[in-house]
């Protein structure tokens, strides 16, 4: 009887054939610089972050005054849709950054611009007391200027209807085709008829905004011209809470996870995220805008948010956290009006005072294009070791520095200074105070 050594190749030669593969033994007693290694790595990984951070794409440029409204196709990753305050509506395909037709939509401001459920028709809403609903596969491709002058004329909607005032903002339900409208009041409307079916007030002059729950799809939320945001279940036809903020609210988004969170922008640079049930105080209040938070959107993974706002910056935040995690800018980017992420949460769109639609990355280091599954490997392994070190003081000092232009890096100082004092003078005041005299502030 014989007795033979062998050993599979696929054990000890890696897949390129060439490279032998280290056997490694996970005993701890024979690493113990592993560690260390592991927080070098660490460090690196973060450092590399912050040297292929170029998340700016391109600049989508045609408009010639600004951009007031976005909204994405939930069936076409490719199809972005915009809406100006000269009433034109464009229709972008991003990859190959050009326009697919393009119709002059309303007269003054294109106020509201949303997409069907079935992602065939857009429906627009404006100053010119009309509603408008537009199919997205026009025939006509646009080349030059030229053309587009001619085409734009041959653009017709679909179908309109005439309302009673301007509107404001425009939504639609996510499973019917009932549409909610905003202006002097909440009119709920139905796709076939011509009126109104039921109309919302509570004791506001003007409606701003308002959006329906993606998950409960009959509840629907509005932000008033009188710092009121009221909740409306359109099943009972009567509206069911009602908060009133400090400041007025430019704009409000649900969360499309979590059915009872929704976040707003406020007119005092801060963000709110609220739970419907508990209106009482804020979830977690989203800092680091200095000037007034214009517009918010959710990715699809609720996870996060962007916000757009009057210190020409885009700022993307973790609802969980009150700071943001990045914040994008460039120096022709003007005051930002709307913002909007991608459908595959991958991309974030910005509208600014400057008539350019700009493209950006959602993770300012991502790299675009296909991955070979050992880049995947190797970005998951630095993933996992930067949340394992994320304490790290030097880790986390490079993971918070941010580069911001001159005039926000002032107004945060001024900022910070400023509610130091109020916190200082506050915390004095119940110290020499009556005990339980002077409530704590929520």
Not at 6 to 18: A, F, K, L, T, W
Not at 130 to 159: A, C, F, G, R, Y
Not at 176 to 198: A, F, I, K
């Amino acid at each position: 009887k014989l007795k033979v050594l062998s050993r599979n190749s696929q054990d000890y030669v890696r897949e390129c054939g060439q490279v032998q593969k280290v056997q490694h033994n996970p005993d701890p007693k024979l690493h113990p610089f592993e560690r260390a290694r592991e927080y070098t790595r660490a460090l690196n990984a973060t450092k590399l972050d912050k040297v292929f951070a170029k998340p700016f794409i391109g600049a989508l440029s045609g408009h010639i005054d600004s951009i007031w409204k976005l909204a994405n196709v939930p069936t076409r990753l490719s199809t972005l849709i915009s809406g100006s305050c000269d009433g034109e509506l464009r229709v972008w395909d991003i990859p190959q950054r050009r326009v697919t037709w393009k119709a002059q939509a309303h007269r003054g401001f294109v106020r509201g611009v949303v997409v069907e459920r079935s992602g065939k028709n857009v429906i627009t809403c404006g100053d010119d007391q009309t509603i408008k609903v537009w199919s997205l596969d026009q025939s006509t491709i646009m080349e030059d200027d030229d053309e587009q002058d001619e085409s734009k004329e041959n653009v017709k909607p679909l179908h309109e209807f005439l309302g009673k005032a301007g509107f404001l903002d425009i939504d639609c339900q996510w499973d019917s085709d009932l549409l909610v409208t905003s202006g002097m009041q909440v009119d709920l409307w139905d796709m076939n008829r011509s009126e109104p079916l039921h109309s919302f007030s509570w004791g506001a002059d003007t409606i701003n905004t308002v959006k329906f729950n993606r998950v409960e799809t009959n509840v629907l939320s509005s932000t008033a011209s009188d710092r009121n945001i009221v909740l409306y279940d359109i099943r009972s036809k009567t509206p069911i809470r009602k908060l009133v903020m400090k400041m007025c609210t430019n704009s409000l988004c649900w969360n499309p996870m979590e059915a009872f969170n929704f976040t707003i922008a406020c007119e005092d640079c801060n963000l709110y995220t609220f739970d419907m049930r508990k209106l009482q105080q804020a979830m977690n209040v989203h800092k680091d805008h200095v000037r007034a938070a214009m517009s918010v959107d959710y990715s699809p993974t609720g996870r996060e948010f962007v916000s757009g706002s009057y210190d020409q910056t885009v700022r993307i935040f973790r609802v969980s956290e009150g700071h943001s995690r990045e914040v994008y800018h460039t120096k022709r980017m003007q005051r930002v009006f709307c913002v909007k992420f991608s459908a595959d949460s991958k991309f974030v769109f910005s509208g600014s005072d400057d008539t350019n639609v700009r493209v950006w990355k959602s993770q300012s280091s991502a790299r675009l294009g296909t991955l070979l599954p050992r880049q995947k490997q190797q970005l998951r392994y630095r993933k996992q070791l930067k949340k394992k070190y994320v304490h790290m003081p030097e880790i986390r000092r490079i993971e918070r520095h941010r580069h911001v232009p001159k005039s926000i890096y002032k107004a945060t100082e001024l900022r910070h200074i400023m509610s130091s004092a109020a916190e200082r003078k506050e915390s004095r005041r119940r110290k020499h105070s009556k005990p339980g005299s002077r409530k704590f502030k929520v």
